[in-house]
Nanobody, 126 residues
Framework: EVQLVASGGGLVQNGGSLRLSCAASGFSFNDYAIGWFRQAPGQEREGVSTINNSDGRTYYVDSVKGRFITSRDSAKNTVYLQMNSLQPEDTAIYYC???????????????????WGQGTQVTVSS
């Protein structure tokens, strides 16, 4: 059974930090790129970051560049999203998802992804 279990969300003050984890099982983790997405109430699901499987290349949406860092630990089948300088606009449910790489680019839409985790709530208070 494929599982992606996201954890680490919570309530944090403006300017604070959180680290999300995504633990994967049931598929060939090293064959898949892993993306983080977020969805705020009334908004579409947005791609936040991606980390490639073979070379560790990363992609970040402009709004989080310089603040968020994604990494992966192949020994633990886990991907992390370190979120620093959090802002109220970052409040959303955060999801991790896996995709067989479609090419060189790492900017994926939600419909591109093959497997999804259950989401973890991140709330940033002003």
């Amino acid at each position: 059974e494929v599982q992606l279990v996201a954890s680490g969300g919570g309530l944090v003050q403006n300017g604070g930090s959180l680290r999300l984890s995504c633990a994967a099982s049931g598929f060939s983790f090293n064959d898949y790129a892993i993306g983080w997405f977020r969805q705020a109430p009334g908004q579409e699901r947005e791609g936040v970051s991606t980390i490639n499987n073979s070379d560790g290349r990363t992609y970040y949406v402009d709004s989080v560049k310089g603040r968020f860092i994604t990494s992966r630990d192949s020994a633990k089948n886990t991907v992390y999203l370190q979120m620093n300088s959090l802002q109220p606009e970052d409040t959303a449910i955060y999801y991790c998802a896996a995709v067989l790489p479609l090419g060189w680019g790492l900017r994926y839409s939600a419909r591109d992804m093959d497997y999804w985790g259950q989401g973890t709530q991140v709330t940033v208070s002003s």
